[in-house]
């Protein structure tokens, strides 16, 4: 059988295609299948052949892999299992003579030219997910408990690709959080209250008493040395009392109580002053 391409396969294939290996490989699949001519729907992007898939961002993306889904699933409703009259290789690809199919590619594109969507159903779904897994890969740590779609719900008619970090943060201290002055952990502070929020490990490295070390410098005389600042242990046992209770029942530690407190302690002047507090 002499296998050839539908005439507007052909010209698709002239104006955006390689024309002789793409030419080539259609009709090897057309004769695979035993077809006298072979016509495309679409390709894998899920776009008509108009060669605009090589610039699609991401809701286009998502919007032709949903249209994708829904052709195959409109091709096995309607001709059959795959192989048959129809076929996917990377293109949604179907015999040219068949009366049923291409009725349905016509109805397809069709449908696809007065609206992009061919499931709304499937669609929003995807798009969905696709939102979710935005804020979930953004750089911003979400609090224990909290994932994409808890964000997503706070957000005013979120739109994929368009969800930044301030409109993440927005949402989460609608939803209680404060995140800790000093790291990128969210606290849900139970008490309004101005001051600088911190979370436990940050409020112990508040801690930290300034220590002061003398290097003698080689050669020098006995009393010449360098002074190298840095901070010594975090005062765990000064803190404790307060992380574990106030700190606790209010959500968050804050750095003026933090340092008040150790201030107030045998070990703490240095803490506290080394910080120019």
């Given amino acids: 059988m002499n296998a050839t391409l539908a005439p507007e396969l052909a010209d698709a294939v002239d104006k955006f295609g390689s024309s002789y290996d793409t030419a080539q490989n259609l009709i090897t699949e057309c004769a695979a299948h035993d077809w006298a001519r072979i016509a495309i729907v679409m390709d894998v992007s899920g776009f008509l052949e108009d060669g605009d898939h090589w610039y699609a961002t991401e809701a286009e993306q998502v919007l032709a892999a949903s249209n994708y889904e829904a052709a195959k699933r409109?091709?096995?409703?309607?001709?059959?299992?795959?192989?048959?009259?129809?076929?996917?290789?990377?293109?949604?690809?179907?015999?040219?003579?068949?009366?049923?199919?291409?009725?349905?590619?016509?109805?397809?594109?069709?449908?696809?030219?007065?609206?992009?969507?061919?499931?709304?159903?499937?669609?929003?779904?995807?798009?969905?997910?696709?939102?979710?897994?935005?804020?979930?890969?953004?750089?911003?740590?979400?609090?224990?408990?909290?994932?994409?779609?808890?964000?997503?719900?706070e957000l005013s008619c979120p739109q994929l690709g368009c969800i930044t970090m301030d409109m993440v943060e927005e949402a989460l201290s609608g939803m209680g959080y404060t995140?800790?002055?000093?790291?990128?952990?969210?606290?849900?502070?139970?008490?309004?209250?101005?001051?600088?929020?911190?979370?436990?490990?940050?409020?112990?490295?508040?801690?930290?008493?300034?220590?002061?070390?003398?290097?003698?410098?080689?050669?020098?005389?006995?009393?010449?040395?360098?002074?190298?600042?840095?901070?010594?242990?975090?005062?765990?046992?000064?803190?404790?009392?307060?992380?574990?209770?106030?700190?606790?029942?209010?959500?968050?530690?804050?750095?003026?109580d933090v340092r008040a407190i150790v201030r107030g302690s045998r070990a703490g002047y240095r803490a506290v002053y080394g910080r120019a507090a």
């Fill in 74 to 153: 409109m091709f096995t409703e309607e001709c059959g299992p795959i192989g048959g009259r129809w076929d996917d290789t990377g293109w949604i690809m179907y015999d040219a003579d068949d009366p049923t199919a291409v009725r349905l590619a016509e109805r397809i594109t069709g449908a696809l030219h007065g609206y992009p969507i061919l499931d709304e159903s499937d669609h929003s779904e995807r798009e969905w997910q696709a939102m979710v897994e935005e804020v979930e890969g953004s750089p911003l740590t979400l609090p224990d408990g909290v994932d994409g779609a808890d964000v997503l719900r």
């Fill in 179 to 256: 995140q800790c002055s000093d790291c990128d952990e969210w606290l849900t502070v139970m008490t309004a209250r101005s001051g600088e929020p911190l979370c436990r490990d940050c409020a112990l490295e508040e801690s930290r008493p300034e220590t002061i070390t003398a290097v003698p410098i080689p050669g020098a005389a006995p009393w010449r040395a360098y002074d190298v600042r840095g901070f010594g242990e975090p005062l765990a046992a000064v803190l404790t009392p307060y992380l574990d209770g106030y700190a606790t029942q209010q959500g968050a530690a804050y750095r003026e």
